[in-house]
């Protein structure tokens, strides 16, 4: 299961970085103002698939050879969750501190 969804992650992380630098080009050229909202609205989405693919490859390559690990996978996938979460939180800082304020 876990190198499926390593393999999948990996997939979309290519094509939603490969989409970033299509945006990147869109924007800094002017062709069309879908650049810059994408860069704005996919980077969430390319961080959660980064960290997805970032801990299974880690967790592949530490955990014992046959069989499978739940200490190994709470330890990596805590400070996986950990990391995402502050992104999430940093990503809306302003909208929380609007309704907040």
Same mark, same amino acid.
Do not use: H
């Given at each position: 299961?876990?190198?499926? =969804?390593?393999? =999948?992650?990996?997939?979309?992380?290519?094509?939603?970085?490969?989409?970033?630098? =299509?945006?990147?080009?869109?924007?800094?050229?002017?062709?069309?103002?879908?650049?810059?909202?994408?860069?704005?609205?996919?980077?969430?989405?390319?961080?959660?698939?980064?960290?997805?693919?970032?801990?299974?490859?880690?967790?592949?390559?530490?955990?014992?050879?046959?069989?499978?690990?739940?200490?190994?996978?709470?330890?990596?996938?805590?400070?996986?969750?950990?990391?995402?979460?502050?992104?999430?939180?940093?990503?809306?800082?302003?909208?929380?501190? =609007?309704?907040?304020?």
């Amino acid at each position: 299961m876990v190198n499926y =969804l390593k393999q =999948l992650s990996g997939f979309l992380f290519y094509l939603l970085g490969g989409s970033f630098f =299509l945006a990147y080009l869109l924007m800094v050229n002017q062709m069309t103002p879908i650049g810059g909202w994408w860069l704005k609205v996919a980077d969430l989405p390319l961080a959660f698939v980064g960290l997805l693919y970032g801990a299974s490859s880690l967790y592949l390559s530490v955990k014992p050879k046959d069989r499978e690990s739940r200490a190994l996978f709470y330890t990596i996938g805590i400070p996986a969750v950990a990391i995402f979460s502050t992104l999430l939180v940093l990503n809306f800082w302003p909208a929380l501190s =609007l309704v907040s304020g």
